[in-house]
């Protein structure tokens, strides 16, 4: 089947420890992005892949990084998480730019106290 | 900058009614404009794609028109079911590098049956 698979599910952390929420497809998506979705702002993109190797800012970056080491993986890492990352977190692929459809994972919730 | 407008209060209606859904932008006209679905603590489902120089849309009882004087897109549903209800998210590409679609705020549709 095809799919976007995030990793974990949910997550409750604390200011400061570094984690890495992954996510990987299997529909050899040349695209991939990370999306963060708050009530009132709708979702907002943080980062977005073309291909291995190449990454860059989207909406939102600040306090975020990621990875694209392989084509099927992008994880997305908090170095020094804080409160106001407290969101919804979404991976995508998608064939190739935004004349494509997003595949959306099944979401990250995460919770920094 | 751009900005997408979707009407933020819920759309409530009968079942076997048609809804109609807003999405307006300002500015840049984008080349593609997408519509997702998103039920509660999901990720948004893709559903239709309209190109700038397409007026009109449809697949099973989807609709989608996109009107580039008006800078407005319309989502229809036809005989609507209490299935249909969730969260309906419009998304634009406005030229940027890359693949950097931008999305609204998303209009809630309830079918009541």
């Known amino acids: 089947e095809a799919q976007v698979t995030q990793n974990p599910r949910y997550l409750i952390t604390v200011t400061g420890k570094k984690l890495t929420v992954t996510c990987s497809q299997n529909?050899?998506?040349?695209?991939m992005s990370w999306y963060r979705q708050d009530p009132g702002l709708g979702l907002r993109q943080i980062y977005y892949s073309m291909n291995v190797e190449v990454t860059d800012k989207g909406d939102v970056p600040e306090g975020y990084k990621v990875s694209r080491k392989e084509k099927r993986n992008f994880p997305l890492i908090l170095e020094s998480p804080s409160p106001n990352q407290t969101s919804l977190y979404f991976c995508?692929?998608?064939?190739?730019?935004?004349?494509?459809?997003?595949?959306f994972g099944n979401g990250t919730r995460l919770t920094v106290t | 900058s751009q900005k997408i407008e979707q009407n933020s209060e819920a759309l409530n209606i009968q079942e076997g009614k048609t809804a109609t859904l807003t999405c307006n932008y300002t500015n840049y006209s984008p080349a593609y404009l997408q519509w997702y679905r998103q039920d509660p603590g999901r990720g948004p489902v893709f559903l239709l794609l309209?190109?700038?120089?397409?007026k009109e849309k449809r697949k099973e009882r989807l609709k989608v028109t996109f009107d580039t004087t008006l800078k407005q897109s319309l989502f229809h549903i036809t005989a609507s079911q209490p299935a249909d209800s969730a969260t309906y998210l419009c998304?634009?590409?406005?030229?940027?590098?890359?693949?950097?679609?931008?999305f609204g705020g998303g209009t809630r549709l309830m079918v009541k049956p």
């Open positions: 529909m050899n998506h040349e695209y």
């Open positions: 995508a692929s998608n064939v190739q730019g935004p004349n494509s459809p997003l595949h």
């Open positions: 309209i190109r700038e120089n397409e």
């Open positions: 998304a634009l590409d406005f030229g940027n590098a890359g693949n950097m679609l931008t």
